[in-house]
């Protein structure tokens, strides 16, 4: 079964909440925006913040908690919302399923983004490509575009 690591209630009811808050505002806590996907059950709109990535003149998103349930919701929906403040922007998303290329992205995402994710990653900025390639197959990354 692919990896998922649960958000704690604190992370999901307080943590994400602020987060959201904060990009409804128009304030990026370290890059973050609020992802709104629809919900691949339920068809309703689905909301969490999330690290937009810029690397090698691409965009991505990547899963630091695994297989959670907005990747499941962008892999079936293919597109999605990002916002922030009163900026949206209507993104396509095409999930990058190379494990090869992963590991320079998820890197990449570690520099910006590991003091808040790399207990969910078990490596920290400083991972080697070796490292990197063996937790690639646990994190979904998509390729976004406008």
Known sequence: MP???????????IGNVMIMLLT???????????????????????????????????RYLVAPRGNTEWVRNLRAAGEGELRLGSKRETIKATEVLDNAAKPAIIGAYLQNWSNV?????????????????KIAPDHPVFRITS
Do not use: C, M, Q
């Open 24 to 58: 409804r505002l128009g304030i990026s806590a370290g890059g973050a925006n609020t992802l709104t996907v629809k919900g691949r059950k339920s068809g309703e709109p689905r909301s969490v913040p999330v690290n937009p990535l810029d690397h090698e003149g691409a």
């Open 117 to 133: 994710t790399k207990e969910w990653f078990g490596v920290d900025e400083n991972a080697t490509p070796v490292e990197l390639a």
């Open 3 to 13: 990896k998922y690591d649960k958000p704690s209630f604190l992370s999901k009811s």
